[in-house]
């Protein structure tokens, strides 16, 4: 049994018990092997070390020997994965080598290793989903993130009846029949989540209602996603330089579901610009206009005894008239302030068609007469192929006020 640590004073003598008690159990050993070991150690106490020559291994006694993990001189530095360098000898480096792993997509559970510089440098690891960010690269994200939903206008699809009882129509953000003024670079996102969307595919086409009117789908730059009536169901138009002036949108699956509702792009533009393409005021004041190089529409108007005259289509209009006119019946006649029609009649090859003015009726309300200059009525040109101009003037829609211009021909 070892006796410990002792302190010897100046001048004692060494005796044989301090060498076998102090200096034998307490030095290290040197044997050729094991066997040599063990013939001259024959009572080790823990604790006690020996070297073995011929493993170069150092050892120490607990309840038997023990081979430390000091076993001897380090004869070389081996690179292992991910690292370059090494060597046998001199001042050994190793090297990071990233290009000597093999590719891989990182996933978002990925650990990773940091040095916590505020903990004396601890060894921290943490997952790529957790890393953390620095507050200017926080800033530009929170900025793109900001462009990117400037960029992007979601608008919100619903399907309900159009007032009729009988006809569903896409509510876009809850409004129906209406015109969507749309900006080249942007991306407008007709969003189908809404369960009244089930079955009613939206798509878009240059034509209205689409494949139910001859057309078909636009799809440049258009994308779809989804199931309509479920989560994620959109159908989004990227609008570019080159994408019509006009667009419609449809369902695939039922007619007239798309309404009237316009998809207009860059139908509009201030100082000094122009309009494209056609531009619906919805009955708006349009104040302080000057009107140049101007034209109106020539709606022709089919002969018949009864003439159909729809102010929606124009305020000018023509016919040839192959019968005599016994009714007069206007649509879409301004219900506020005054609008007017001019027709243009011209007799056809046989000539002495009349026009009566005694039933003439306005948005489908009762036959009236309309009113003329001193209550004298109008009479046509009855020579064949004469010409007459006849104009219809409206205050609220009420029953017009007839002016006639007769009997144009060359002087």
Same mark, same amino acid.
């Given at each position: 049994?070892?006796? @410990? ?20 159990e307490? %030095? ?50 081996? +690179?292992?994965?991910?690292l370059?360098g ?5 001042a ?11 590719? +891989? ?14 903990? %004396? ?29 400037? $960029? ?15 006809? /569903? ?8 029949d ?6 080249? #670079?942007f991306?407008?996102? &007709? ?5 009244s ?16 009117? %001859? ?42 579901? @798309? ?6 792009? #860059? ?9 494209? =393409? ?12 000057? &009107?140049?190089?101007? +034209? ?6 089919? %002969?018949?005894?009864?003439? *159909?005259i ?6 000018? =209009? ?37 026009? +009566? ?7 489908? =309300? ?8 001193g ?14 101009? $006849?104009?219809?003037?409206? &205050?609220?829609?009420? /029953?017009?006020?007839?002016? *006639?211009?007769?009997? &144009?021909?060359?002087?």
């Amino acid at each position: 049994m070892a006796n @410990g640590f002792k302190t010897f004073a100046v001048g004692e003598v060494l005796t044989a018990a301090d060498v076998n008690d102090y200096l034998m159990e307490q %030095s290290i050993a040197i044997f050729a092997n094991a066997t040599a070991r063990d013939a001259q150690i024959t009572s080790p106490i823990e604790g006690q070390f020996c070297y073995l020559a011929d493993s170069d291994t150092l050892q120490y006694y607990t309840t038997s020997w023990q081979n430390t993990s000091l076993t001897a001189d380090i004869t070389g530095v081996t +690179a292992g994965d991910g690292l370059s360098g090494g060597g046998s000898s001199g001042a050994v480096t190793l090297n990071v080598d990233i290009n000597s792993e093999s590719s +891989a997509t990182p996933v978002t559970g990925d650990e990773i290793m940091i040095a916590d510089v505020s903990a %004396s440098n601890a060894i921290k690891k943490t997952t790529l989903n957790d890393l953390p960010i620095s507050s200017a690269t926080q800033t530009a994200l929170d900025n793109i993130t900001a462009g990117t939903t400037a $960029i992007r206008t979601d608008i919100v699809v619903t399907v309900a009846d159009n007032g009729s009882g009988s006809q /569903n129509e896409y509510f876009l953000e809850g409004a129906q029949d209406m015109v969507l003024n749309v900006t080249t #670079g942007f991306k407008y996102r &007709f969003d189908q989540s809404d369960a009244s969307n089930s079955g009613h595919p939206l798509r878009i086409s240059t034509t209205k209602d689409g494949t139910h009117a %001859s057309g078909s789908a636009y799809t440049d730059n258009v994308t779809t996603a989804g199931t309509p009536g479920s989560a994620g169901a959109y159908t989004q138009i990227e609008v570019k330089a080159d994408t019509p002036e006009r667009l419609y949108i449809y369902c695939t699956s039922h007619a007239g579901m @798309g309404g009237d509702t316009q998809i207009t792009a #860059g139908g509009f533009s201030v100082d000094g610009g122009t309009i494209r =393409g056609d531009t619906d005021l919805n009955d708006n004041t349009l104040s302080k206009v000057l &009107f140049k190089d101007y +034209a109106e529409t020539d709606v022709a108007v089919t %002969s018949g005894t009864t003439l *159909a005259i729809d102010l929606s289509a124009g305020n000018t =209009g023509a016919v040839t008239l192959g019968h005599n006119v016994t009714d007069i019946d206007f649509t879409n006649v301004p219900t506020n302030g005054t609008s007017t029609f001019t027709l243009k009649a011209t007799q056809d090859g046989t000539g002495s068609r009349t026009m +009566a003015i005694n039933k003439v009726t306005v948005n489908g =309300g009762s036959e009236a007469t309309a009113l003329t200059s001193g209550n004298a009525g109008i009479t046509l040109t009855t020579a064949a192929n004469s010409v007459d101009l $006849i104009t219809f003037l409206f &205050f609220d829609a009420g /029953n017009p006020l007839v002016n *006639a211009l007769l009997d &144009f021909k060359n002087s």
